[in-house]
Nanobody, 125 residues
Framework: QVQLVESGGGLVQAGGSLRLSCAASGRTVSSYAMGWFRQAPGKEREFVAAISWSVIGGSTNYADSVKGRFTISRDNAKNTVYLQMNSLKPEDTAVYYC????????????????WGQGTQVTVSS
C-alpha cells in the first residue's frame, strides 16, 4: 500500500512554469512505477507522463502533447516524484493526479493501482 500526496499546483500565465511534487508514504517509490495524469472539466482523465521503477533514474514516457515541455523525475531518497512543467499553455489547465503502480508505467489510467487526491493547475492566457 502506498499513499500519495500532490503539491505545487496553482495559477500561472501562459508560457510560465510550475513544478508539481508527489510525496509517497508507506512504500519506497523506487519499487513503483510513478505517473502523472490530468483531468480537465468535462473531459476524461488523460496520461501526461510516467517513469519506470528503478533504484537510479528510470525510463520515461510522455504524452505527445507535453513532450519537450514537461519532465518527470524521481528522488528516491526523498520518496518523491516531480513533474516540471515549462512553456505552459491554457490547454494544460486541469487537475493533475499522481499515480503509482507495481507493474509497468502504462499510459492507460485503468492499469494504475494507487492515486493521490490531485492538485489544480490553471494556466491563464
Amino acid at each position: 500500500q502506498v499513499q500519495l500526496v500532490e503539491s505545487g499546483g496553482g495559477l500561472v500565465q501562459a508560457g510560465g512554469s510550475l513544478r508539481l511534487s508527489c510525496a509517497a508514504s508507506g512504500r519506497t517509490v523506487s519499487s513503483y512505477a510513478m505517473g502523472w495524469f490530468r483531468q480537465a472539466p468535462g473531459k476524461e482523465r488523460e496520461f501526461v507522463a510516467a517513469i519506470s521503477w528503478s533504484v537510479i533514474g528510470g525510463s520515461t514516457n510522455y504524452a505527445d502533447s507535453v513532450k519537450g515541455r514537461f519532465t518527470i523525475s524521481r528522488d528516491n531518497a526523498k520518496n518523491t516524484v516531480y513533474l516540471q512543467m515549462n512553456s505552459l499553455k491554457p490547454e494544460d489547465t486541469a487537475v493533475y493526479y499522481c499515480a503509482a503502480n507495481r507493474g509497468g508505467y502504462y499510459s492507460d489510467s485503468r492499469r494504475w493501482a494507487y492515486w493521490g487526491q490531485g492538485t489544480q493547475v490553471t494556466v491563464s492566457s
